[in-house]
C-alpha cells in the first residue's frame, strides 16, 4: 500500500535528513515536497537521490506556507502531513515569525479542516522543547523578544483548539548530528567568544540526534491510533547534558578540535547576565535581538539555556514505539569520523 506524505520545510536539516530517512525506510512512500525555490529543490532532490528511485519518488510543489493554492496541491491525495517548515532564528520581529510559523500552520490547517471527512490525512506537526516558553511566561503575554519560542507555542495552540483530532505534536530537544548547518555553527562561534569562559552553568539539556527525530517522526506517520490530539516529546536515551559537555564532545567531533571550556573559578551569576543582555537589548539604536551580532547572546537563548526545558520520551517509547536508535557514543563516533575525512582532504 502506497503511503503518500506532503512535507513542508523538506529542505531544512531535519527536512531532509527526514525524506532520506523516509524513503530508506520504506519503497511504497512517495512525497510531496513543498519548495520555495529552485535552490531548495536541489537539495530536496539530492537528499532524495541517495536512495533507490528516491528522486522518483519525490513531488516538488513549489511555493510557501501562506500560499494557499501551492498548499492544495501539496494536499492532493496524502496521507499523512508533515509539518516542520518554519522561520528558526533566536532574533528578530515577531510578526516575521508569526507569518509563517502561526498563520502558515493555520492555514494549512484550515485546508484539511475543510476537507471531506473521509480523506482527512494525519497531521503530523514539528514543534520544539521552546513551545514550553507558556511554562514561565503566560501564554497571551509572551515576549516578543523570545520571536521564535513565541510562535512555536502559539502555533502549538492553535493546532490543539482546532476541530479535526488525528493530530500529533512532536516536541524535539537540541537537534545534533552529521550535516548540521544550523545549531553547530553557532555553537562554535560561542565558544570562541571570550564570554564563553565566564557563561553561567547552564540548566541541563534535553537533546535530540538527527536520526532519532526522523525516527520519531516516521513512527508518527505510520502508528494505527487515530481520532486523538498526541503530545509527544522526543530526546536522546542517554538523559540530560549539560551545556558545557554539549559544546565539547559537538563542537569538538564536528571540527575535530578541543574546543575550550568555561572557567572552573569563576561563572557569572545568571542575574547579571540577564541584566546585561535586557540592556543591551533595550537600545533602540543597536537594534540588538533584531540582528544577530553575537552567536547565542540575547535572551531568548539564555531562557534556552537557564530555564528548565526538559523533556521526557516516555509516553513516545510506550505509545508509539519511539526507540532514539542512534546512541550518542554512535553520533559522537560518525561525527569524529567525517571530521577526520574532511580535514584529511583540506
Known amino acids: 500500500m502506497i503511503l503518500k506524505l506532503f512535507v513542508t520545510g523538506g529542505s531544512g536539516y531535519l527536512g531532509r535528513n527526514f525524506i532520506q530517512y523516509a524513503l530508506s525506510q520504506n519503497e511504497n512512500i512517495n512525497i510531496n515536497a ?3 525555490s529552485s535552490v531548495s529543490d536541489e537539495i530536496i532532490l539530492e537528499a532524495a537521490g541517495n ?8 513531488k516538488i510543489i513549489r511555493g510557501h506556507m501562506n500560499d494557499e493554492n501551492s498548499l492544495k496541491e501539496g494536499l492532493n491525495g496524502v496521507n499523512v502531513i508533515v509539518h516542520m517548515a518554519a522561520k528558526v532564528q533566536p532574533y528578530g520581529y515577531y510578526e516575521e515569525h508569526d507569518k509563517i510559523n502561526v498563520l502558515g500552520t493555520s492555514l494549512l490547517l484550515s485546508l484539511v479542516e475543510s476537507l471531506p471527512t473521509s480523506n482527512k490525512p494525519r497531521f503530523v506537526h514539528i514543534s520544539s522543547f521552546t513551545a514550553r516558553l507558556n511554562d514561565h511566561f503566560p501564554i497571551d503575554s509572551l515576549p516578543d523578544w523570545a520571536p521564535y519560542s513565541k510562535s512555536k507555542c502559539h502555533s502549538e495552540k492553535e493546532i490543539l483548539k482546532s476541530s479535526f483530532d488525528d493530530i500529533i505534536i512532536l516536541r524535539l530537544g537540541w537537534l545534533w548530528g552529521r550535516d548540521d548547518n544550523v545549531l553547530v555553527p553557532m555553537l562554535y562561534n560561542l565558544c570562541r567568544n571570550p564570554i564563553w569562559k565566564i557563561i553561567p552553568k547552564s540548566q541541563t539539556l534535553s ?10 517522526i516516521y513512527l508518527s506517520c505510520i502508528t494505527s491510533n487515530k481520532n486523538s490530539k498526541r503530545v509527544y516529546e522526543i530526546e536522546d536515551n542517554e538523559g540530560k547534558v549539560e551545556m558545557d559537555d554539549f559544546l565539547e564532545f559537538y563542537v569538538g567531533s564536528t571540527y575535530n578540535i578541543n574546543p575550550s571550556r568555561p572557567s572552573k573559578t569563576f561563572r557569572a551569576p545568571r542575574w547579571l547576565v540577564w541584566v546585561f543582555f535586557t540592556f543591551v537589548e533595550s537600545i533602540p539604536l543597536l537594534g540588538y535581538s533584531k540582528t544577530w551580532i553575537f552567536d547565542g547572546m540575547n535572551r531568548e537563548c539564555s531562557l534556552c539555556l537557564y530555564k528548565d526545558y526538559q523533556l521526557d520520551s516516555a509516553k513516545a517509547k510506550e505509545e508509539i514505539g519511539y526507540a532514539g536508535i542512534v546512541s550518542r557514543e554512535q553520533g559522537i563516533f560518525e561525527l569524529a569520523e567525517l571530521a577526520k575525512k574532511k580535514f584529511r582532504t583540506t
Open 51 to 58: 536512495i533507490d528511485k528516491g528522486r522518483e519518488r519525490i
Open 207 to 216: 537533546i535530540t540526534h538527527i536520526t532519532n527525530a526522523c525516527e520519531a
Open 34 to 36: 513543498l519548495s520555495r
